[in-house]
């Protein structure tokens, strides 16, 4: 088949010779924790254990017990990468999805000739099937519960096939025809649809598709109120890229998935059932999250039975280490696009752009480069602010800058604290919020004040922009502008 429609080939084909973005290694790595070990002091970066740093993607082409199959890390772990993948200014992608979320492009269905992720197909019921032996999936560390698909997109349906949806979970292989799924309560409309089946007590049809281009995978990532019940986010990549996804019918569940994927796993999310997540090595743990810690087991997780594997020829087995800065790009740029369509709407032109650095895991922070015209505008910064918790409950902490800080450089952001910031005034903390669970400062016994329950949260907003009747005492330096400064470095 040629290759000339978008999925993780093509991307890779533009940046393979880019040393800075892409590096091939064929020295033999262990999956089991040795793998992500290794990019950890290669590219990960975000809120991974130092040291690490930002670095180029890995293709490992020598798997240990996997000879027929090449594992990818770190495609989406810098933001200047992602740019270049999506063909836009990497400062302004939370703009850029903002506008494809809003102008959707629909998926299409193909012919199962014309889908590349069915050019070898193993079922279930085959003698000798084991996902274990099927699918690549690292383990981030020694500690883990197992195997994790880590950026597999789940395609669901509303049980009268009105509507559908796509999202990412942690998915632990169990067994040999068995996955654990973590569905966040309330988070996630994979979760309303599995709901659904289990009151009838039916198996909910799935698909999990591995192996995509980031603008499928990151789209993939938009959550309520931007994308409410019904929204397909597939739309968003077609927007992205001005090229519908490509769909394809399941060779054993009745239900669609990604044409170009990698891999594709089939099953069913079976009703009423539970498993405990670290099973098979009762660590404790789950897998790294984004917040730098490892989760913790869950002790009933949902249970996908699984009814066939699928994938190309000579597969690209696809991860992501929780923390790294890959989740950045996942998490951050759609919630980006999530805060930056809500205050356009409420108070148009007041904020610049966003950004959520890999210090909040691309979801708990959030730095907002807010316009000042008049007088008038002075105070609809904290209103932005109150906008961004609205768009995203799972954010903790809003900075509030001028536009004259860099968003993109910390310590540009940082000065503004120790220059244009005051803690009696210009603080603001709100008790008792609802926020991401992963937080393991969320808990009753670490604030038993304003936690009730796990997952609560104080927030917090840092105003540091200048007064706007005070603008004049603090302009920077200015320097003399030089345009040709290249000049001197040749």
């Given at each position: 088949?040629?290759?000339?429609?978008?999925?993780?080939?093509?991307?890779?084909?533009?940046?393979?010779?880019?040393?800075?973005?892409?590096?091939?290694?064929?020295?033999?790595?262990?999956?089991?924790?040795?793998?992500?070990?290794?990019?950890?002091?290669?590219?990960?970066?975000?809120?991974?254990?130092?040291?690490?740093?930002?670095?180029?993607?890995?293709?490992?082409?020598?798997?240990?017990?996997?000879?027929?199959?090449?594992?990818?890390?770190?495609?989406?772990?810098?933001?200047?990468?992602?740019?270049?993948?999506?063909?836009?200014?990497?400062?302004?992608?939370?703009?850029?999805?903002?506008?494809?979320?809003?102008?959707?492009?629909?998926?299409?269905?193909?012919?199962?000739?014309?889908?590349?992720?069915?050019?070898?197909?193993?079922?279930?019921?085959?003698?000798?099937?084991?996902?274990?032996?099927?699918?690549?999936?690292?383990?981030?560390?020694?500690?883990?519960?197992?195997?994790?698909?880590?950026?597999?997109?789940?395609?669901?349906?509303?049980?009268?096939?009105?509507?559908?949806?796509?999202?990412?979970?942690?998915?632990?292989?169990?067994?040999?025809?068995?996955?654990?799924?973590?569905?966040?309560?309330?988070?996630?409309?994979?979760?309303?649809?599995?709901?659904?089946?289990?009151?009838?007590?039916?198996?909910?049809?799935?698909?999990?598709?591995?192996?995509?281009?980031?603008?499928?995978?990151?789209?993939?990532?938009?959550?309520?109120?931007?994308?409410?019940?019904?929204?397909?986010?597939?739309?968003?990549?077609?927007?992205l890229r001005k090229e519908a996804v490509e769909l394809v019918n399941g060779v054993s569940v009745d239900e669609k998935a990604i044409a170009r994927a990698e891999y594709t796993i089939e099953g069913y999310i079976m009703p009423h059932e539970r498993i405990q997540e670290d099973i098979n090595t009762h660590t404790g743990k789950a897998m790294p999250e984004f917040?730098?810690?490892?989760?913790?087991?869950?002790?009933?997780?949902?249970?996908?039975?699984?009814?066939?594997?699928?994938?190309?020829?000579?597969?690209?087995?696809?991860?992501?280490?929780?923390?790294?800065?890959?989740?950045?790009?996942?998490?951050?740029?759609?919630?980006?696009?999530?805060?930056?369509?809500?205050?356009?709407?409420?108070?148009?032109?007041?904020?610049?752009?966003?950004?959520?650095?890999?210090?909040?895991?691309?979801?708990?922070?959030?730095?907002?480069?807010?316009?000042?015209?008049?007088?008038?505008?002075?105070?609809?910064?904290?209103?932005?602010?109150?906008?961004?918790?609205?768009?995203?409950?799972?954010?903790?902490?809003?900075?509030?800058?001028?536009?004259?800080?860099?968003?993109?450089?910390?310590?540009?952001?940082?000065?503004?604290?120790?220059?244009?910031?005051?803690?009696?005034?210009?603080?603001?903390?709100?008790?008792?919020?609802?926020?991401?669970?992963?937080?393991?400062?969320?808990?009753?016994?670490?604030?038993p004040k304003s936690i009730r329950f796990k997952g609560m949260s104080s927030k917090l907003v840092i105003d540091g922009t200048v007064p706007f009747d005070m603008k004049d005492q603090f302009e920077r330096a200015q320097f003399m502008k030089v345009p040709d400064w290249r000049k001197y470095l040749e």
């Amino acid at each position: 088949m040629t290759n000339n429609k978008w999925d993780l080939r093509k991307v890779l084909s533009e940046i393979e010779d880019d040393p800075q973005n892409y590096h091939e290694t064929d020295v033999a790595v262990d999956p089991d924790a040795e793998l992500a070990g290794v990019y950890r002091y290669i590219g990960a970066g975000g809120t991974v254990e130092r040291p690490t740093k930002e670095g180029p993607a890995m293709m490992f082409n020598n798997v240990k017990g996997f000879p027929n199959t090449r594992v990818l890390i770190g495609l989406m772990a810098s933001r200047k990468r992602v740019g270049k993948i999506l063909h836009h200014d990497w400062r302004t992608l939370g703009q850029y999805f903002n506008d494809a979320v809003t102008t959707p492009v629909a998926p299409v269905l193909v012919d199962e000739a014309d889908a590349p992720s069915h050019e070898a197909v193993h079922l279930a019921t085959e003698d000798g099937f084991d996902l274990r032996k099927l699918v690549a999936a690292p383990t981030n560390t020694p500690q883990d519960a197992g195997p994790y698909i880590t950026v597999g997109v789940v395609f669901g349906s509303s049980m009268d096939k009105s509507i559908s949806d796509v999202t990412i979970h942690r998915m632990c292989i169990e067994g040999k025809d068995k996955l654990a799924i973590y569905i966040m309560p309330g988070g996630r409309h994979i979760g309303v649809f599995a709901d659904e089946y289990e009151k009838a007590n039916k198996p909910m049809p799935i698909t999990i598709s591995i192996g995509l281009d980031p603008a499928i995978t990151i789209g993939t990532t938009f959550e309520p109120p931007t994308t409410p019940l019904g929204y397909n986010e597939l739309g968003v990549a077609g927007a992205l890229r001005k090229e519908a996804v490509e769909l394809v019918n399941g060779v054993s569940v009745d239900e669609k998935a990604i044409a170009r994927a990698e891999y594709t796993i089939e099953g069913y999310i079976m009703p009423h059932e539970r498993i405990q997540e670290d099973i098979n090595t009762h660590t404790g743990k789950a897998m790294p999250e984004f917040p730098g810690y490892d989760g913790d087991a869950n002790p009933a997780v949902q249970v996908i039975k699984v009814t066939a594997v699928t994938h190309r020829q000579n597969p690209i087995m696809q991860s992501v280490i929780g923390p790294s800065e890959e989740h950045v790009s996942m998490a951050g740029i759609p919630t980006e696009a999530s805060i930056l369509q809500l205050t356009n709407k409420a108070i148009p032109g007041k904020v610049v752009n966003v950004y959520n650095p890999p210090a909040g895991g691309g979801k708990l922070m959030t730095i907002m480069q807010i316009h000042k015209d008049n007088e008038a505008d002075e105070g609809i910064q904290r209103q932005a602010a109150i906008l961004a918790f609205a768009a995203f409950k799972e954010l903790k902490t809003v900075f509030l800058v001028d536009e004259d800080v860099d968003i993109f450089d910390m310590n540009d952001v940082v000065w503004t604290m120790n220059t244009r910031f005051q803690a009696d005034k210009d603080l603001m903390v709100l008790s008792g919020m609802r926020n991401h669970p992963l937080d393991p400062s969320e808990r009753p016994e670490y604030d038993p004040k304003s936690i009730r329950f796990k997952g609560m949260s104080s927030k917090l907003v840092i105003d540091g922009t200048v007064p706007f009747d005070m603008k004049d005492q603090f302009e920077r330096a200015q320097f003399m502008k030089v345009p040709d400064w290249r000049k001197y470095l040749e």
